[in-house]
T-cell receptor, first 113, second 113 residues
Framework: DAKTTQPPSMDCAEGRAANLPCNHS???????VYWYRQIHSQGPQYIIHGLKNNETNEMASLIITEDRKSSTLILPHATLRDTAVYYCIVRVPLLGTASKLTFGTGTRLQVTL | DSGVTQTPKHLITATGQRVTLRCSPRSGDLSVYWYQQSLDQGLQFLIQYYNGEERAKGNILERFSAQQFPDLHSELNLSSLELGDSALYFC????????????FGSGTQLSVL
């Protein structure tokens, strides 16, 4: 799986958009970008994933650059409950039955009043 | 609620002892993953099972073992416990096993005294 680089921490004011960047310059053509988050000591939670097109769901938007070497997770209106560690993971969603989904160190997002 | 159930939530034991952590995956999910999270190591992948068979292995110690039963629940056995084994242990499940969306349980906090 491709290596990802994320800033260790970010702050965001409540109600503003939180833009979390991720660099994955060694990504290959069939690798997807996944985002998870972990709110203090809870199990990680899936947020969104994409291949090359921008994606949006009820939680967030994912913007992937045209060369796919970086992406941004956007939380449009951050709330205090969005304070968490956000993990960007790049991998191939194998059609088979084996996977070593690896989490890096992530970005600690602090949403403040 | 992710639909993944882990028991017990908390476990306190002594060095040298053996414990068993249990995980019930979401209904319909065939794959189970185990992760260890300690303060200084982040989320570490331990092992993955798919439909009763081991499929992928991470940095799992020889003192640790796991299995997935015919009803698809899984157990992680930790033996000859050491102080350093104190951590949060998460189980996750997914429909297949190719690394697509994972659903995590709320974890078992193990304290070895």
């Amino acid at each position: 799986d491709a290596k990802t680089t994320q800033p260790p921490s970010m702050d965001c004011a409540e109600g503003r958009a939180a833009n979390l960047p991720c660099n994955h310059s060694t990504i290959s053509g069939n690798e997807y970008v996944y985002w998870y988050r972990q709110i203090h000591s809870q199990g990680p939670q899936y947020i969104i994933h994409g291949l090359k097109n921008n994606e949006t769901n009820e939680m967030a938007s994912l913007i992937i650059t045209e060369d796919r070497k970086s992406s941004t997770l956007i939380l449009p209106h951050a709330t205090l409950r969005d304070t968490a560690v956000y993990y960007c993971i790049v991998r191939v969603p194998l059609l088979g039955t084996a996977s070593k989904l690896t989490f890096g160190t992530g970005t600690r997002l602090q949403v403040t009043l | 609620d992710s639909g993944v159930t882990q028991t017990p939530k908390h476990l306190i034991t002594a060095t040298g002892q053996r414990v068993t952590l249990r995980c019930s995956p979401r209904s319909g999910d065939l794959s189970v993953y185990w992760y260890q999270q300690s303060l200084d190591q982040g989320l570490q992948f331990l092992i993955q099972y798919y439909n009763g068979e081991e499929r992928a292995k991470g940095n799992i110690l020889e003192r640790f073992s796991a299995q997935q039963f015919p009803d698809l629940h899984s157990e992680l056995n930790l033996s000859s416990l050491e102080l350093g084994d104190s951590a949060l242990y998460f189980c996750a499940s997914s429909v297949t096993g190719g690394g697509e969306k994972l659903f995590f349980g709320s974890g078992t906090q193990l304290s070895v005294l």
